[in-house]
Each structure stands twice: as C-alpha cells, then as structure tokens.
C-alpha cells in the first residue's frame, strides 16, 4: 500500500512537502510518480522518478517549482512543492510504475495511494 501525507492549507507562494510511503511490499525497484486532480478536471501527471533516482520528469506546469525525490532504503517518495499557486490546488496521489522508469501517463502505474489534499489561497 501507499501512504500519501503532507497536504493541507498554505497561502500563495508557500511550499509544502508530501511523502509517500509504502507499506506491505518494497518499490524500491519501482519508478514512483506522482498526479493530482483538481476539482472538475481530471487526474493530471506532476512528477516521476525513476528506480534509482537518476531520471526525473515534470509536467510543464510544475517545473522548476517541484521536486521529487526519493529515499529507497526507506520505502518513501517526496515531492517538495515550492511556489505554490491557487491553480496547484488538487488532491495529491503517489503511484508505483509498472517499470523502473520515470512514467508519466495514469497507464504507467499500477499502484495507487488514497490522495492528500492541497489547497493554496490567494
């Protein structure tokens, strides 16, 4: 299972950290991603890690304001979200690949957590 935490309410320009953490199994072989949905749209690919750390993907949106990282001994993907904006509100899911690599469609996931909310204010 996946854990999503660190979701709440920040004002505009804020940060917030999310963590993920898996339980049950390892995905330390896993490419890790994460997607939100924001209210009336739908779940839209944020960022992705690969297995080891070495790839990285951003959707547009978010580049340059988010990170993603990932602790493999400790089961546990992190995305720092700097910069944060009233369009970033959504709730916030981790995902486990299907593959080692940085995945970024829905399709590439097979493992999904329960969501964290996030709500920036203006």
């Known amino acids: 299972q996946l854990q999503a935490s660190g979701g709440g309410l920040v004002q505009a320009g804020g940060s917030l950290r999310l963590s993920c953490a898996a339980s049950?199994?390892?995905?330390?072989?896993?490419?890790m991603g994460w997607f939100r949905r924001a209210p009336g749209k739908e779940r839209e690919f944020v960022a992705a890690i690969s297995w080891n750390g070495y790839s990285e993907n951003y959707s547009d949106s978010v580049k340059g304001r988010f990170t993603i990282s990932r602790d493999r001994a400790k089961n546990t993907v992190y995305l720092q979200m700097n910069s944060l904006n009233v369009e970033d509100t959504a709730i916030y899911y981790c995902?486990?690949?299907?593959?080692?690599?940085?995945?970024?469609?829905?399709?590439?996931?097979?493992?999904w957590g329960q969501g964290t909310q996030v709500t920036v204010s203006s």
């Open positions: 995902a486990a690949a299907l593959s080692s690599a940085a995945a970024t469609t829905t399709r590439g996931y097979r493992y």
């Open positions: 049950g199994r390892t995905f330390s072989n896993n490419g």
